[in-house]
């Protein structure tokens, strides 16, 4: 039996890579962060459709596209063009969602396995984006753990570090075991995939 190829294929694509930027934000550009932060109320993470701890214990705050934050969303999105260009070449449209600003603390701060892709409201989602706010020694545990192909990887932890990866990729974040982890969370969306 023959096969017909209906499209050509481009080998070099690996859709179940990651790309990182170490030490991304000046001193001076986490302060402004932290001070967007300020802005917003703490409210409890939830997933969709559950808000049981055993899933997810953190809590969130988001920060919205405004004047004050437009040059955030404005660094985020051009990492995100880089590493899709470098490495996925999705068909990206923007962003629909604000960015989440995360803290996960000592008593048991965790967030399961999942992924950052799903039905209704987080279907556009196609690359996620997280930006550590923490330095490596403010905490223990917490780390940011990839299922990738048939392997884990962990992020680097240190203030700036930044991780991109599909946002269909399993991953998670260990159980605290001391200290607070603050993070940056946004996802970079566009039509279904075809």
Known sequence: MIKALLFETDSKIDQTNYYTF????SDEEIEWIQNLANLYEYSKAETIGNSDDSVRKSKVKWI??????HWLYEKLIGMAVEANDALWKFDLHGVVDSIQFTEYEEEGGHYDWHMDIGPNTINHRKISMVVQLSEADDYDGGELVLWNSNDTTIAPKGIGNVMLFPSFMLHKVTPMVKGTRKSLVLWIGGGSYK
């Not at 919205?64 to 934050?69: G, K, P, V």
């Open 22 to 25: 170490a030490k991304a934000f």
């Open 64 to 69: 919205h596209h405004n004047i004050e934050s």
